[in-house]
């Protein structure tokens, strides 16, 4: 069946600092990933997503890029803020079996400080 | 657009006291989902809708039913509640257009649920 193995948290940041927060994954299929976030006391929403091999998702300095070879969709940004300071679920969805079950990792905790 | 709303935000049960959570979506969307989530257990999946009128049980769910009887509505009932049933619960929804898996979920904000 399909799998996500994200991290373990939590990441402490400072403020400015370079974040990657890694993700794989395994599927039957043609997979699409996404990469979701979840802000203290609120629902999950998209951050970004790619659908085929090589796609690049990004979003508010956020990015992934999809690897088929490694099995991959590695979360990363330049330069975090304390507002970044959130839950980050990676996730895939599978035509397999013909349903659409999302697959969720078990979730990242980023902390950013000042 | 309200997108997914549900309602309430907050309950505290006794245990053996029943309830249902209600989902609303005004996107038209065909798939609807229910999760639960725990600490350090991520989101787990109780049960799932493909479209009005259909149900199917996810990963976890035993102790609720669901129900699907309009589109935009999707019920989560605890007929006898337990106090592992303290949660927070998500409900989803998703579009069913081109190649579904391409397109993501939409979440509503929670109902952090309590049993005593």
């Known amino acids: 069946g399909n799998s996500v193995t994200q991290m373990e948290g939590p990441v402490t940041l400072s403020e400015e600092a370079f974040l990657t927060i890694n993700c794989t994954y395994t599927?039957?299929?043609?997979?699409?990933l996404f990469w979701y976030v979840q802000y203290p006391g609120e629902g999950l929403q998209l951050l970004l997503k790619a659908t085929k091999a090589d796609d690049k998702g990004s979003n508010k300095g956020f990015e992934a890029t999809y690897r088929k070879e490694t099995t991959s969709f590695h979360l990363e940004k330049g330069s975090v803020q304390v507002s970044d300071s959130a839950v980050y679920f990676c996730?895939?969805?599978?035509?397999?079996?013909?349903?659409?079950?999302?697959?969720f990792g078990r979730g990242t905790s980023l902390i950013v400080h000042p | 657009n309200a997108g997914v709303t549900q309602t309430p935000k907050f309950r505290v049960l006794k245990t053996g006291q029943s309830m249902t959570l209600l989902c609303a979506q005004d996107m038209n969307h065909e798939y609807m989902y229910w999760y639960r989530q725990d600490p350090g257990m991520g989101l787990r999946l109780i049960h799932y809708?493909?479209?009005?009128?259909?149900?199917a049980k996810g990963e976890v769910p035993d102790g609720y039913n669901v129900s699907r009887l309009k589109k935009q509505n999707f019920l989560l009932g605890l007929e006898s509640a337990a106090p592992s049933q303290t949660s927070v619960y998500f409900c989803?929804?998703?579009?069913?257009?081109?190649?579904?898996?391409?397109?993501?979920?939409?979440f509503g904000p929670g109902t952090r649920l309590t049993v005593l």
């Open positions: 996730a895939l969805s599978s035509t397999s079996g013909g349903s659409y079950i999302p697959t």
């Open positions: 989803a929804s998703r579009p069913l257009t081109g190649f579904g898996s391409y397109n993501e979920q939409f």
């Open positions: 599927a039957t299929g043609y997979p699409s």
């Open positions: 809708s493909v479209g009005e009128g259909t149900t």
